[in-house]
């Protein structure tokens, strides 16, 4: 996947995950999105959006426990 493809699509699928305050969980969640989303097309062009959005509430998680995501569950198939 070229470059500007990868950007393109991450740049429409945080639309899909809501922000919230400065510092909160669910930002967290969004950036850990993107990280592993960027790494995921990187590796495999063809990984599902919902196998990166586990990856990244496995990983915000970790940190904060009791944290409850908000995304748009049809977009991402959940």
């Known amino acids: 996947m070229k470059r500007h493809e990868m950007n393109q699509k ?3 699928e945080p639309e899909h995950i809501p922000r919230a305050e400065r510092g909160s ?4 969640f969004r950036m850990m999105y993107n990280i592993h989303r960027r ?3 990187a590796r495999r062009p063809e990984t599902p959006a919902f196998q990166t959005l ?3 509430i496995a990983s915000v998680t ?3 426990p009791y944290f409850l995501p908000s995304f748009n569950g049809d977009f991402f198939g959940k």
């Open 10 to 12: 991450i740049d429409i």
């Open 25 to 28: 969980a669910q930002n967290a």
């Open 39 to 41: 790494k995921d097309l």
């Open 54 to 56: 586990d990856r990244a």
């Open 62 to 64: 970790q940190e904060y």
